[in-house]
């Protein structure tokens, strides 16, 4: 997934994210904001409805890609740039201390955007009865590495990381559609998912009811 970088005329001061909490990129945003301690205000985005494809939006994000995230007059296009910007915000950073830690964390998100449009798929149909393609041999083939990565960790690199924040996204959203069992069947894996859902940051992590009544949890 590619993201953009650009500059407009400075106007709101606030942190403001424009997305949709059925969209795995914007939940990322999301939990890397709590993580950061990151003040965010939300903008609905009806991905449903296709309003990332309107004029209107288009004139902001010229390929339709989201999540949108603006601060002043610096502007981040797509969950990766939004993400990376916010990592440069608020408390800390999510990358890893130890060099050799990078680039284990940089192939595991990497990883997790591997199996985005199959956990997108199984959420869109859980959520609005979608009928996309989803490919459940991919999907476990990364799940069953990803558990045997994870033996005797806590987390996917030493503390919490960035790769982490992709993670909790998409094992909510596994646990969200109805498919939790693939988490449980992974030991590794579950250990991981109980030690992320216990973090402050999974406040912030919507409900099957937000994302079919297309709102974001209050916070």
């Known amino acids: 997934m590619f993201g953009l970088f650009k500059k407009k005329n400075k106007g709101a001061e606030s942190m ?6 059925g969209d795995l990129g914007t939940v990322k945003c999301l939990v890397m904001a709590a993580e950061k301690q990151v003040k965010l205000e939300t903008e609905l985005l009806d991905a449903q409805s296709g309003v990332q494809d309107q004029a209107e939006y288009r004139a902001l994000s010229p390929f339709g890609k989201f999540p949108y995230l603006q601060e002043g007059d610096a502007v981040a296009i797509g969950a990766e740039a939004a993400l990376a910007y916010m990592d440069t915000r608020g408390k800390g950073f999510l990358n890893p201390k130890k060099a050799q830690f990078f680039g284990h964390q940089n192939f595991w998100w990497q990883m997790a955007d591997r199996v985005n449009d199959d956990v997108q798929a199984l959420m869109n149909a859980a959520a609005f009865g ?6 459940m041999a991919n999907l476990e083939a990364v799940l069953d590495a990803f558990d045997a990565f994870l033996t005797g960790k806590n987390f996917i690199v030493g503390d919490y990381c960035y790769a982490d924040v992709h993670w909790t996204a ?11 069992d693939l988490i449980d069947a992974r030991a590794n894996v579950s250990a991981w998912y ?3 859902k216990q973090r402050p940051s999974a406040s912030v ?3 099957l009811d937000d ?3 297309k709102q974001f949890k209050a916070a």
Do not use: M, W
């Not at 403001?16 to 909490?21: Q, S």
């Not at 979608?130 to 490919?135: G, R, V």
């Not at 998409?170 to 939790?180: C, N, S, T, Y």
């Open 16 to 21: 403001k994210l424009r997305g949709f909490p």
């Open 130 to 135: 979608s009928s996309d393609d989803c490919d």
């Open 170 to 180: 998409v094992a909510h959203f596994l646990e969200l559609a109805g498919k939790k």
């Open 194 to 196: 109980s030690n992320v």
């Open 205 to 207: 992590l919507p409900s």
């Open 211 to 213: 994302i079919k009544q």
